[in-house]
């Protein structure tokens, strides 16, 4: 395992319980988590609703305190401002202020990170395309539908070109098409070398995008690992068959048998419904993320 | 490794720009405006009553009135509204994700708060001005006796009064951000602030009576009254200039002195408060 | 956290203290001035306030306009010739801010001018023309009671003349006191900041008493102080009386009044 310090995203027993009541009844959101993010990762936080997940996020992001333990981006303490220098954030259900146009809150989140004034305009026109909104950009955002206001967090969270991202949810309410495009997106960011901290309760929805994982339920870490090796079954492998007459697979299975292996099942490959969705609703969109063919 | 960040008077100003605008695009701010404008304007019609050189005075008294309830207003509750919209809706959250000090946003949000009181005070003193200026000088045709050494309102006292009723508000403001760094919802804020000003304003009485009090418990709870909140009469210039009577120097310096250390001490806490806060 | 809340609180508290104290050295000179100005609130003052349901405007700072919220219902009330609601404003209007001297003044007037023609009309209206007696009777209720107000005003406003000169013309006009008129006009004229019309009216008055001697003594004594580029002084119009009682008494040239430049 890689140092911490050179890590992304570096969690060390974090602890984090919220006070209910003045008599000190207590909640433990997050227990003893650990982990470390490496950079250039997609890194998926899963869970259940209430597993700690954006808790965790918080803490990273110094939004809240930790009771025990401590984090880190990218080896500075989440406690200092500078950690954030290279983060860009979409939260959960992002709320943004209505009053703006999209391109007015992008501006303002790039004024406020610091983006050079000479290139500032440029900046904002080129993530507002890159994110798809460029006929929308002048609407105020009190009229963005969901997946829109998904985009346009995107597009402020990377405007600044931060090495780190933190996606809290960023499918979450989005229909299957939205959710395809938002996952085409983060493919494209981890494509330029970036590191994507994605955290979700819709584990086939952000299957295909990440390379790590760890699971958290009430608070605590239940697994983690490459997601190529948590999903594949060990010890079987799957053959896709054209043209089998069915009267066949007795034969084919005792010629398995005398090899030392076994047929175990017979079944009709499957698509997703996802798939078939997209292809009927929006055949021109590329490929889901959820597809393996497009990895 | 993370570039270093230091405290940013421009990252301050970007977020008062932002509060500006929101303030500007909301009603409140335009539908006080405009009622503050009209009672001014409301005042004309005292020609009706004939009043003569005392006109000035009323028109003056209504003007001012209207500054300082109106004014008194806007602050708490622009202050709360524009800040803690920010928590509530959770807009706080993607501004503090960003390398933001605690203290810039809080300033900043001030900052912005204090620029829209600033014009409501510009425009509503304008306004004030012009009608006195336009009346006294009809009066001065009509009873020129009255006015035999030259006009009698102070126009300098009427606008060094706006710049103090600015001051006071800005305080209001500064204050209403402390309760609004821990409250926990928009209209606690707004109710704390409203109770907490209307006690400011009645602090000289138990300043000056809680030596008379009978039970110690009623001259303990009065003095630490007196002591602990900031007495703001001390803004109250109005009825002087009102009188015709130029502003006292010494009273404008005190009532500027004074408020600008409490609007240093509210910022100061709100800044402590927001510091300990988790969004 | 339960801690953390208290050590802030405490904090605050300290703080706020600190501030108190520093605030009070600051603004101490101001506070003094401004105190000043402020009118002293009494318990019927409160009382008062409270009857009419205007507690608020009495102890927010919106003393001034609350009264001349009050004042402008009285000229409405006045124009109306509404005898009790005119009394009652006035009373209140001079009691939640006792500062503007035209409450005082002005309500005096209503009181002593206009409503006895109110009551007389309204007696007469009703179908019985009031005999001079019962007139009379009632011109001196509403004098009485109009220089009552203004008495009342001199307790906030001792160093007033305007409130001697308007008692005087109540007392002249009304009452038909002429002499105790003239004495008032002679008190208000002797006060700093006294118009200077004062002085010249209450020559008049000693004239119409008869006492012209002591009109020219006074005439002469007020000429000396005024002053000569004032047009409001009105010098030379004094000293025309002046030859005119010399002339009256046939004073020698020689020792006739000679004024200094």
């Not at chain 1, 202020?97 to 790039?110: K, M, N």
């Not at chain 2, 405290?7 to 509060?19: N, Q």
């Not at chain 2, 409490?262 to 988790?278: G, K, S």
């Not at chain 3, 118009?195 to 008493?209: G, V």
Request: glycine share 8%; net charge neutral; proline share 4%.
């Amino acid at each position: 395992m890689s140092p911490a310090t050179d890590a992304a995203v570096a969690v060390d027993g974090l602890t984090k319980d919220y006070l209910l009541s003045v008599r000190g009844l207590r909640v433990r959101a997050v227990d003893g988590l650990s982990l470390v993010v490496q950079p250039g990762q997609v890194f998926g936080l899963l869970g259940p609703n209430g597993s700690g997940k954006s808790t965790t996020i918080k803490v990273v992001l110094g939004l809240a305190e930790p009771t025990l333990g401590s984090t880190s981006i990218f080896g500075v303490s989440s406690r200092e401002a500078r950690s954030r220098v290279d983060v860009g954030y979409l939260p959960e259900n992002p709320n943004f202020h209505r009053f703006l146009s999209g391109r007015e809150l992008v501006t303002f989140y790039a004024r406020v990170c610091g983006v050079d004034r000479a290139r500032l305009r440029d900046r904002v026109d080129e993530v507002i395309e890159w994110v798809g909104l460029k006929d929308a950009a002048s609407r105020r955002l009190s009229t963005y539908s969901k997946g829109m206001l998904q985009r346009i967090g995107l597009a402020q969270a990377v405007v600044h070109d931060p090495r780190l991202l933190i996606l809290d949810e960023p499918t979450a309410g989005v229909d299957p098409v939205g959710s395809a495009e938002i996952g085409e997106l983060i493919l494209r960011l981890k494509a330029q070398g970036k590191t994507i901290v994605l955290s979700s309760h819709l584990l086939a929805q952000v299957e295909g995008l990440c390379d790590r994982i760890a699971i958290l339920n009430r608070g605590r870490l239940v697994l983690e690992g490459g997601v190529d090796e948590l999903v594949t079954e060990k010890g079987r492998d799957a053959l896709i068959v054209e043209g089998l007459d069915p009267s066949l697979a007795g034969d084919l299975r005792a010629w398995l048998i005398a090899r030392g292996a076994d047929l175990v099942a017979v079944e009709k490959p499957r698509t997703t419904l996802d798939r078939i969705f997209r292809d009927h609703v929006a055949p021109s969109v590329a490929p889901s993320a959820g597809d393996k063919e497009a990895r | 490794m993370s570039a270093s960040v230091r405290f940013s008077p421009a990252r301050i100003a970007v977020i008062a720009e932002l509060t500006v605008l929101e303030a500007v695009r909301q009603r409140l701010f335009g539908a006080l405006l405009v009622l503050a404008a009209g009672m001014i304007a409301g005042a004309q019609l005292l020609r009706e009553f004939n009043f003569g050189s005392s006109e000035l005075k009323f028109i003056t008294d209504f003007g001012f009135g209207a500054v300082t309830l109106f004014g008194t207003i806007l602050a708490v509750v622009t202050a709360a509204q524009l800040f803690f919209a920010e928590i509530e809706n959770r807009t706080a959250l993607t501004l503090l994700a960003k390398p933001v000090f605690r203290a810039e946003f809080v300033l900043g949000k001030f900052a912005g708060v204090a620029v829209v009181l600033a014009l409501f005070v510009v425009v509503t003193t304008g306004a004030l001005v012009t009608v006195l200026w336009m009346r006294e000088g009809a009066l001065m045709e009509v009873a020129p006796e009255a006015f035999e050494r030259g006009r009698l309102v102070h126009y300098g006292s009427v606008v060094a009064f706006g710049a103090l009723q600015w001051l006071k508000f800005a305080a209001i403001a500064a204050l209403t951000l402390v309760v609004a760094s821990f409250a926990n919802t928009n209209l606690y804020s707004v109710v704390i602030s409203f109770l907490i000003v209307l006690i400011c304003h009645l602090q000289y009485l138990a300043q000056e009576s809680w030596q008379k009090l009978g039970s110690g418990l009623a001259r303990g709870a009065a003095l630490l009254l007196a002591s602990v909140f900031p007495n703001f009469q001390m803004f109250s210039v109005g009825d002087r200039i009102a009188a015709g009577q130029p502003i006292d120097p010494a009273v404008l310096g005190g009532s500027a002195a004074y408020g600008g250390l409490y609007l240093a001490v509210f910022l100061a806490l709100a800044i402590h408060l927001f510091r300990r806060r988790e969004i | 956290m339960i801690r953390s809340g208290t050590s802030s609180a405490l904090l605050i508290l300290l703080v706020l203290l600190a501030a108190g104290r520093i605030g009070a050295r600051l603004g101490a000179g101001a506070w003094e001035i401004l105190r000043r100005d402020m009118p002293v609130l009494t318990a019927s003052d409160v009382e008062v306030a409270a009857g009419e349901g205007i507690m608020v405007g009495l102890l927010g700072g919106f003393r001034a306009v609350t009264a001349d919220f009050v004042w402008v219902r009285t000229n409405a009330t006045w124009e109306e010739r509404d005898l009790p609601a005119t009394q009652t404003l006035i009373k209140l209007a001079t009691t939640v801010d006792s500062r503007p001297l035209v409450f005082w003044i002005n309500g005096s007037r209503m009181i002593a001018y206009d409503m006895p023609v109110w009551r007389i009309d309204a007696a007469s209206a009703a179908g019985a023309g009031l005999p001079a007696v019962v007139q009379g009777r009632i011109v001196a209720e509403q004098a009485h009671a109009a220089i009552a107000l203004l008495e009342r005003a001199r307790i906030h406003h001792p160093d007033e003349p305007l409130l001697l000169i308007e008692i005087g013309n109540i007392r002249a006009r009304k009452l038909g006191d002429l002499a105790g008129a003239a004495a008032l006009y002679r008190e208000a004229a002797l006060m700093p900041g006294a118009p200077y019309y004062a002085a010249r009216i209450h020559a008049e008055m000693l004239k119409q008493l008869g006492r012209h001697h002591e009109a020219l003594e006074w005439l002469v004594a007020v000429h000396r102080d005024l002053p000569r580029d004032d047009p409001m002084a009105m010098a030379e119009v004094v000293l025309e009386r002046i030859r005119e009682l010399e002339e009256r008494f046939e004073v020698p040239a020689s020792q006739r009044y000679l004024p200094t430049p």
